[in-house]
Structure formats: C-alpha cells, structure tokens
C-alpha cells in the first residue's frame, strides 16, 4: 500500500504538476501535506527512467549501499585506520535494521542515511559548503528530519565550538519544522500524526507535540519506564547497537545530542511498527548510530595508545564477529527457514496477469497489496473506495492485504463491502481466476451471481481458523487443498 502511494505521488509530478495520490480516500490528495517529502521531486526525473513501483526498489537500494562511501570516509578520518573503517562498513552492510529498511517496500526517510552521513563526514573533515548542502538535502526528505538538523546545530554549536554556525543551522531547521507542521502541512490538507503515535505517552488533557514535551519535561521518570520498561523497545534498541559493540557509548557525550530526535521518535511512540528493526523507520537512527559508532571507535584507539595494532585487530574482530551474528540472528541478508527471500507464487502471477488487462489510462479501485502493481497511474483508489473507478480488481484470498480492513475479521469485512459494490449493478464481471476477479464499469453483469457465490464459498473457511487439533492428515478430495485431519469422536 505505501509502495502503490509513493509510486503514485511521484508518477503524478509530471502527469499532474503535483504529487496528486487518491490513496487516501475517494478524493484526490497533495501527498506533500500528509509527509513533506520536498526530495521527491528531486528523484521524479531519475524515476521516469523506469516509470515503475520497481524503479523506486532499485532506487531505494543504491542510495541504502551508496552511504557505505561517506561512512567509509568517516570512519577513516576518524580513527586512522583502514580495518576498523571497513569493519564499520560491513556491519552497517549487514545491520538487520538496514535490511529491515529496504523491505518495507519503499520509504523516503530511507534517503536520510546517506545524506546524514555525507553530511558527519563533511562537517569532520571542516568542509562547510558541502557539509550544509547534504544537511539541506537531508532537511528535504521528511518532515521530523528537522529536528536532526537542529540536533547537529546543537552539536556544532556545542561539540565544535561553532557557536556562529551551530545557531544558525538549529534556528533555521526549528523555524523550517515549525512553518512546515504549523502551516505548510495543515494547509495542503494534511495534519501531523503525533497523537497517534504518541497517545500512550501524552499526559491526560494534553495533545500534540506541547503534550509530548510536557511529558517529557515534567515526568523524567514515567519516561524512562516508557522507553526501558518495555521488552520490545529494549530489544530494539539492543538490535540496533550491538552490531557495533556499543561503540557508540564511548562516542562524546555532545556528539550524542545528533541521536536525540531519531531515538525519542522511535522509543516514545506507542506505535509498536516503530520501534522495530523490520520497518522503516530505524532509517532516521542509523546514521547517528554509525557517525557515533566512529567516534567511539576513534576514542578507543586514543585509549590504548602504545597498543594501536593488538587493539585495532581486537576491535575489527569484536565488529566482524558480532556483526555476522546479529545478521544471522536478526537480519535478512542471508535466507534461513525463519526467513527466507520471498518468492512470487501462482497466485501472484495471476493477480499480474489481471493488472496487464487493464488499459494504462484507467482508472481502478483495488486491495492495498494490489496498487503498487498497478503502477504509474493518475487514479487508483483503495478499496472500499470506489468513486469513479473504471475498474475493480479484487483479490479473496486467504493472505491478501484487505487493507484498510485489519485483523482476524478483514477478509469477512471486505467480502461484506465486495459484495454491496457488486449487487450494485454498476460493474460487471470480466473474468476471475484463483480468487481474483476484475470487473468493469458498465459491463453486463450476468456473470455477477455466480461471481459472488464462488468469492462467498465457504472452502476457505476451515483454512481460516488457528486450532491447536493435531489429528493425522489424511487425503480426502472433497477438502479443500484435498487434505483433511482425522478426529475419532469419543
């Protein structure tokens, strides 16, 4: 579903002059109000080269492995040495987040890593124009990358002794998140999402970012239970540091002002998608988690002065060994039976086979799973949504994304909404195959009954339901999948 909106908002910048999307709802939205992701007209040329959801996939994954470079460079200004560089490189290559990163379809905040980095990189070796146009791109790719930027004019400020230059970078990225989430944003129809991802931590009659700042102010302790009190945070947050040996703790204590927005986002939220290395959001943290992780490094060569070589080879052999792990553990670099690289099935070959029916120019409403297929399109709607779709294309199977319907009941929820759509008389049955089925506005539809009785059997029902029964299986045509379990009743 996130694909299918990316792909659309920036397909739209040149079909419509905006990032129009219609993902939303059944009208047609400026996706910049709902994310400010201005760094999205900057790829809309280099996307049309593919014009393609596959584009972004590919996109995505180079600029992820191109911020081994300026991490590389880093490293090696930092520390002096070539090993304990391309160590940091190899577990930033292997991080489980970073894996995590690139296949939750595509993000733009996954763009922030390497210019965060070009950017440590530039502002370590005194290089001040460069330094500010990677920060400014890193401003343009979302809108709480502000709070970063002002974060590393703290840090000049206080780090560098720059205190000119450290003001100025962290007035001009509050006013920017400021104007943008007060006024940009709201004005193009969308509002910033803070409540819902903070609910749990908002203080009772509070709201808003004022309430996340109340809370944190005012309640240091209720704070720390929050973030600490909580296993899967305290997983993250060891997910995320042990690949480079808590390098980072011996990181300056200022340096670490740069990490504060990217961890309270991620670790004061009650959104529990965020605070895990299988999605996006990590991408905000990496880079200060690897710019602190050469500091540290850097101090741990400084501290064993006289045993440069013995404590270089320790430290390249604690990354190397707890790298590997933690990418075999945690990570997806290397398929196992936990996790193996996904496959296209029959099924989504069919679904494939469907979307290539539909002329490029039409417009279509259709399951969350499905838009993305259906790429570089001025008009896709979700499902439910109809509005003045051309077509409908459906999907009933049991692990079909029936979003925005969720849980055990989003299957049941989306035939009821399939079924009024169809009864409906507006659209009529082209052809259906395995579960999917795509109609046409204005066609006959005296193929629709038996279309819905066929999407209404109940063969999918036994399939559906967890039970612990651990009866032998035995063949048995009339089941489905031609299987049954075997009960002996008492």
């Given at each position: ?91 930033y290559?292997?991080?489980?987040a ?45 809108e ?15 780090g560098?002794?720059?205190p ?53 102010f ?85 501290m ?20 590997t ?109 395995d ?56």
């Open positions: 579903f996130d694909l299918g909106i990316h792909d659309q908002a920036i397909y739209n910048i040149f079909a419509s002059g905006y990032m129009r999307t219609t993902l939303y709802g059944p009208y047609a939205i400026n996706y910049i109000g709902d994310h400010f992701a201005p760094i999205q007209f900057l790829l809309a040329p280099i996307y049309l080269l593919g014009a393609d959801a596959r584009a972004l996939l590919v996109l995505q994954s180079l600029f992820l492995a191109a911020a081994a470079v300026p991490l590389y460079a880093l490293a090696r200004l930092k520390t002096r040495s070539v090993g304990i560089a391309l160590a940091l490189v190899l577990a290559l292997l991080h489980p970073l894996h995590g990163v690139n296949l939750a379809d595509f993000h733009q905040i996954a763009l922030v890593i390497v210019f965060l980095l070009t950017a440590f990189c530039f502002l370590e070796a005194k290089r001040d124009l460069p330094f500010l146009i990677a920060l400014l791109l890193a401003l343009m790719v979302k709480e990358v502000a709070l970063t930027t002002a974060a590393v004019g703290a840090y000049v400020f206080f560098k002794r720059r000119l230059l450290g003001a100025a970078i962290a007035l001009v990225s509050l006013v920017y998140f400021a104007v943008v989430i007060g006024w940009v944003m709201p004005a193009l129809g969308g509002t910033p999402q803070i409540d819902t991802r903070f609910g749990g931590y908002i203080a009772p009659r509070s709201e808003g970012a004022r309430g996340v700042a109340w809370t944190l005012t309640n240091p302790l209720f704070t720390l239970n929050h973030i600490f009190g909580d296993p899967a945070k305290r997983l993250f947050l060891l997910q995320v540091f042990l690949p480079v040996i808590f390098l980072p703790l011996l990181a300056p204590a200022e340096a670490w002002l740069v990490a504060v927005p990217a961890l309270a986002v991620l670790t004061l939220t009650s959104a529990h998608t965020q605070y895990s290395i299988a999605g996006h959001y990590s991408a905000h943290l990496l880079p200060s988690v690897f710019f602190l992780a050469a500091l540290g490094a850097a101090r741990l060569r400084r064993a002065e006289g045993r440069t070589v013995a404590a270089t080879t320790a430290v390249v052999a604690a990354i190397l060994i707890t790298a792990g933690a990418t075999l553990l945690w990570g997806r670099l290397i398929p196992s039976a936990r996790a193996p690289w996904p496959q296209p099935s029959s099924h989504h070959r069919v679904v494939d086979q469907f979307v290539a029916q539909i002329p490029r120019n039409a417009s279509v409403s259709a399951l969350g799973g499905i838009a993305p297929h259906l790429t570089a399109r001025k008009t896709i709607y979700l499902f439910p949504d109809v509005a003045d779709a051309e077509y409908l294309l459906l999907d009933t199977s049991l692990d079909a994304n029936y979003w925005p319907y969720e849980g055990l009941e989003a299957r049941d929820k989306s035939l009821a909404s399939m079924t009024e759509v169809i009864r409906g008389g507006a659209f009529g049955l082209v052809k259906d195959e579960g999917v089925y795509l109609f046409q506005r204005g066609r006959d539809t005296g193929g629709n009954d038996a279309a819905l009785a066929r999407m209404l059997s109940t063969r999918y029902e036994a399939e559906a339901l967890w039970s612990d029964f651990d009866g032998s299986v035995a063949e048995d045509a009339g089941a489905s999948g031609g299987k049954a379990r075997v009960a002996r009743p008492e």
